[in-house]
């Protein structure tokens, strides 16, 4: 039996290649509405990241995600994602 190929991304804090469930996706819609999306179905530009927050802020500090999304992000938005991640991250 063939062996199913399992879709690897890479992390924007830590730059680590892992497989797709693993990470959280964060997704730019249409409206440029930049959320969470913790099932990976959402539609819209996404990037990924480890399930920590440690590689959130890396991201952040790096501003991983303006240019993923090549546009600017608010600090109100970075706040909401940071709680989004701890919440979620709680419920594993």
């Known amino acids: 039996m063939k062996q199913k190929k399992i879709p690897m991304r890479m992390c ?51 501003r991983k995600f303006e240019r993923a999304f090549e546009t600017s992000i608010g600090e109100e938005i970075y706040e909401l994602l940071r709680k989004e991640l701890e919440e979620g991250h709680a419920g594993e």
């Open 12 to 62: 924007l804090g830590c730059q680590e290649m892992k497989p797709k469930k693993e990470l959280i996706r964060v997704v730019k819609n249409k409206e440029n509405e930049i959320s969470l999306d913790f099932t990976g179905k959402k539609p819209g530009r996404g990037a990924y990241i480890c399930k920590n927050v440690s590689c959130f802020e890396k991201a952040k500090k790096g």
